[in-house]
T-cell receptor, first 116, second 112 residues
Framework: GAVVSQHPSRVICKSGTSVKIECRSL??????MFWYRQFPKQSLMLMAT?????????EQGVEKDKFLINHASLTLSTLTVTSAHPEDSSFYIC????????????FGSGTQLSVL | GDSVTQMEGPVTLSEEAFLTINCTYT??????LFWYVQYPGEGLQLLLK?????DKGSNKGFEATYRKETTSFHLEKGSVQVSDSAVYFC???????????FGTGTSLTVIP
């Protein structure tokens, strides 16, 4: 089946630094990629939707200047957490799909971010 | 707004036991419903889906029926195996396909 690779799986950083998370679709072209955040024992919360070649659409309450999303190609999207703070510590998951069909939605394995 | 409420875990069962994980939803219109599974160290994988009322999704012995009257999509399996140990997520997609909502996930551990 389709594979989405997310890297790194775990990152620990100091407060004030920036962290980049990559999401790659390995065997299909992802016209749309989604970024989610999950706090312990809570639902995955959609942060933003990115379409290749255009600016990401952020959900209400998500700071676009803090969570920079780039979807420069059909196989790669990146999420950069800028000037990270301890409250940004969370589990981040990307997903990718081709076309409009959510039945063809594939997920990365997630990134656990810990900000000290 | 649209949302999904999922039974809290963790759930621990003996091998060959019957499994039910409850999921109810709130949505406008006619959403599609999904169950995803996440095995340790892996990404979420689609387990089964249903796109309209009374549809039954099934895969790997798991089943779920789209019940519009009770707004539910409960996951069931008649006889669980150790290899079914994972986190299960109920999810909803609106018809336009531009919104996807997840439940909180239910961790299942099956012991021999």
């Amino acid at each position: 089946g389709a594979v989405v690779s997310q890297h790194p799986s775990r990152v620990i950083c100091k407060s004030g630094t920036s962290v980049k998370i990559e999401c790659r679709s390995l065997d299909f072209q992802a016209t749309t990629m989604f970024w989610y955040r999950q706090f312990p024992k809570q639902s995955l919360m959609l942060m933003a939707t990115s379409n290749e070649g255009s600016k990401a659409t952020y959900e209400q309450g998500v700071e676009k200047d803090k969570f920079l999303i780039n979807h420069a190609s059909l196989t790669l999207s990146t999420l950069t957490v800028t000037s990270a703070h301890p409250e940004d510590s969370s589990f981040y998951i990307c997903s990718a799909r081709t076309g409009q069909n959510n039945e063809k939605l594939f997920f990365g394995s997630g990134t656990q971010l810990s900000v000290l | 707004g649209d949302s999904v409420t999922q039974m809290e875990g963790p759930v621990t069962l003996s091998e060959e036991a019957f499994l039910t994980i409850n999921c109810t939803y709130t949505a406008t219109g006619y959403p599609s419903l999904f169950w995803y599974v996440q095995y340790p160290g892996e990404g979420l994988q689609l387990l089964l889906k249903a796109t309209k009322a009374d549809d039954k999704g099934s895969n790997k012995g798991f089943e779920a029926t789209y019940r519009k009257e009770t707004t539910s999509f409960h996951l069931e399996k008649g006889s669980v195996q150790v290899s079914d140990s994972a986190v299960y997520f109920c999810a909803l997609s609106n018809r336009a396909g531009n919104q996807f909502y997840f439940g909180t996930g239910t961790s299942l551990t099956v012991i021999p």
